[in-house]
């Protein structure tokens, strides 16, 4: 029987999802965010209300998100689905497995076409439900990515109000910054302007789509 490419390959994409109920689940950045060491932060006066020159504002994009009412309902939701998504992976990873050694059982009550036959339906089976899992992981990454997207684009608004009312002409992220003073950064403001203004955000995103469901348990094998 072709088990590495039965059991062993479910087990392979099972073991992504499942990780999320495993560790607590953490809205991630987006995959071709820099890798770069924090900026410094340094203590100095605040600035001078009448100080002519322009200000500049630094924010932390991931704290911003992550510590605000839309973030914390994203997240909420997020392992939510995590923990029912390793559920279902951990069920049918008992079920195939439960089937595959049905199946060895029969091995020496059949003939070697019965067997390869019923071993090349297992294994088909076993790639269709690999596939849909694949399928669920990816569209709660995509659900994620669109929350996060759609929060930055009614934030906008906010953070542009924000620069009119202090004087700013720009905002840079922190990633970006060796050292900034304490008095530039405005994450805090940010998410209590946002979290007062905009709150919790949508229940769910435009264009949601519906996971596939995995097949149901195929009857046990019959010699």
């Known amino acids: ?63 911003l998100f992550s510590a605000s009412a839309w973030g914390m ?21 008992v079920q195939f497995s439960n089937e595959e050694e049905q199946l060895t059982a029969l091995r020496s009550t059949l003939s070697p076409e ?18 849909q899992r694949d399928s669920v992981g990816r569209e709660l990454q995509d659900h994620v990515e669109e929350e996060r997207a759609a929060f930055f684009r009614a934030a906008l ?23 900034s003073a304490q008095s530039a950064d405005i994450t805090a403001t940010m998410i209590e302007r946002i979290d007062r203004e905009i709150g919790a955000g949508p229940a769910e995103p435009a264009q949601k789509k519906t996971p596939e469901k995995a097949p149901p348990a195929a009857p046990a094998p019959q010699p």
């Open 1 to 63: 029987m072709r088990g590495r490419s039965g059991i062993a390959a479910l087990l392979l994409v099972l073991g992504a999802p499942f990780a999320l109920a495993q560790e607590p689940a953490t809205v991630a950045p987006p995959q071709d965010s820099p890798v770069v060491p924090p900026a410094l932060v340094v203590e100095t006066p605040e600035r001078p209300a009448d100080q002519s020159n322009p200000a500049i504002l630094t924010i932390d994009q991931e704290e």
């Open 157 to 179: 608004p906010v953070l542009a109000q924000v620069m009119k009312e202090r004087g700013a002409v720009v905002v840079l992220d922190q990633r970006s910054i060796f050292v």
């Open 73 to 93: 309902r994203v997240q909420a939701d997020l392992d939510q689905r995590g923990s029912k998504i390793a559920e279902e992976n951990e069920r049918l990873a």
């Open 114 to 131: 019965e067997f390869r036959k019923r071993a090349d339906e297992f294994d088909k089976r076993v790639v269709e439900v690999r596939r």
